[in-house]
């Protein structure tokens, strides 16, 4: 037993009681951005130069909508232009390659040659863009309808392939190629309908616009009947800037390629 001078009864004295120091406040972190912030990968494109691959102006659906794609996402790039002489590029134009690799985006050390890829690459580099609505719904229908322009009308393809020189008035139009057209317009008019214009998904223009607009041109060159609606669509899209430069240059392109020069 302790006596009040501190020491024990056997008189040794009494152990101090041991104190703990403070211990230092750790910041907390919230356990949404911890598992955020651990499963973000850090940009990965290893910087350098942005190139775009592309064929034809004049006959490549596929190039202008990679094209269009990127000018519509403001990232900055070069073009690399191969030649419809070149016998890859001239199998997809034709529609004999079994796949697409053309456009191909290079940024950087990312290579992305799918045209529905090189859409998503860019709305993830850049999503203030527009290329993809902000709304999940909607986001939703737009890439349903991308997706049914990437995977389908093959017969309007094959039928009226893109030919930005040529203008086809008494074109006659098969039935498989015509229902192909009539599908593209009901998908034009509930989207300006539900959406309100002057683009598919509204004011701002989207990865959908790209998608169609080479379907636009070939509506023109082979004067196909459309109604008011429609039609003013068809004008929104051939007024863009971005569609004017890609038609001036497609234009000046010297060589053609006869199979697609012939009103059949």
């Given amino acids: ?27 907390k972190v919230p356990a949404k951005a911890a598992s955020k912030a ?6 990965s494109s290893g910087g350098g130069k942005t190139t775009l691959t592309i064929s034809s102006k004049n006959y490549s659906s596929w190039s202008m909508r990679g094209w269009l794609l990127v000018k519509f996402s403001g990232l900055p790039f070069e073009e690399v232009m191969l030649s419809p002489k070149d016998a890859a590029a001239r199998a997809e134009i034709l529609l004999l390659s079994p796949s697409f690799l053309v456009p191909c985006l290079t940024h950087g050390k990312v290579k992305v040659w799918d045209t529905l890829a090189i ?22 229908m737009c890439r349903s309808i991308c997706g049914e322009m990437h995977s389908g009308f093959s017969a309007m393809r094959a039928a009226l392939p893109m030919n930005l020189k040529g203008y086809f008035p008494k074109f006659k139009v098969w039935s498989r190629a015509q229902a192909d ?41 082979y004067n196909v009947p459309l109604d008011e609606e429609c039609a003013g669509y068809c004008k929104t899209i051939m007024a863009l800037p971005e569609v004017k430069e890609w038609i001036a240059d497609a234009k000046k392109e010297p060589d053609d390629i006869d199979e697609l ?4």
């Avoid at 041991?18 to 230092?24: E, I, L």
């Avoid at 651990?38 to 940009?43: D, E, G």
């Avoid at 859409?119 to 902000?134: F, H, I, Q, R, V």
């Avoid at 214009?197 to 023109?220: E, I, N, S």
Wanted: hydrophobic letters at 45%; a positive charge.
């Fill in 1 to 27: 037993m302790a006596t009040k001078t501190g020491k024990t009864a056997a008189g040794k004295p009494a152990a101090k009681k041991a104190t703990r120091a403070p211990a230092k406040t750790l910041a």
């Fill in 38 to 43: 651990a499963a973000k990968p850090a940009a």
């Fill in 119 to 140: 859409a998503e690459y860019l709305d993830e580099l850049k999503p203030k863009s527009g290329l993809l609505p902000t709304d999940l719904a909607t986001r939703a």
């Fill in 181 to 221: 057209i009539e599908r593209i317009v009901e998908i034009w008019k509930e989207c300006l309908d539900i959406f309100g214009g002057p683009y598919l998904f509204g004011k701002q223009v989207t990865m959908a616009d790209a998608m169609y607009a080479p379907v636009v041109t070939r509506f023109l060159s």
């Fill in 261 to 264: 020069d012939v009103e059949f």
